[in-house]
């Protein structure tokens, strides 16, 4: 008697062997589930007690990706504004990560001042935001903070996949 396990795998292994691909997560999206919100990296849930930081605790956060560099964009002193080069980008300055710590990002603002009146324990940091456009044409703001690996959770992302022809015989759907 075969299993719904064995089912799956079965399934599972002939569908990636028919993609070319042999990294599961290098496989794209069918167009149906396109708008689906898929982080590609690792999920961790924060739980800190740091002044200011503490506005993330209970939240879930995404890791930086490898591909991305942590880079802080660099403050002109006289008028204030960022800088930029004759091209007119930004210019940036790599931010050094303290060990014990890691890059995350979310889209919650927890209101730091001014550096000159606050500065974080060792292990957090503030470094840059982003403004990210979705497919669907809306956008939001991302925030890169730095957190000791202390107070951040990982979450593990699993789904749930059968075959359809399975179930039905199973629970009859």
Request: aromatic residues 12%.
């Amino acid at each position: 008697m075969t299993t719904l396990e064995s089912v799956f795998v079965r399934e599972f292994r002939n569908a990636v062997s028919n993609t070319g691909y042999k990294d599961i997560y290098k496989i794209p999206l069918p167009k149906e589930v396109e708008d689906w919100e898929v982080s590609g990296t690792d999920l961790f849930k924060v739980e800190t007690e740091e002044p200011y930081f503490s506005n993330l605790s209970g939240s879930i956060v995404k890791r930086l990706p490898k591909d991305k560099i942590a880079r802080q964009r660099v403050i002109n002193p006289v008028t204030r504004n960022f800088k930029r080069d004759e091209n007119g980008e930004y210019e940036y300055t790599d931010y050094s990560i303290p060990s014990g710590s890691i890059v995350v990002l979310s889209e919650i603002q927890i209101g730091l001042p001014n550096p000159m009146k606050y500065t974080p324990s060792q292990g957090y940091g503030y470094i840059d935001f982003n403004f990210i456009t979705k497919k669907d044409g809306s956008a939001y703001v991302e925030y890169m903070y730095v957190l000791p690996k202390s107070c951040l959770y990982k979450i593990h992302q699993t789904a749930s996949a059968a075959p359809l022809t399975e179930l039905r015989g199973r629970y009859h759907l």
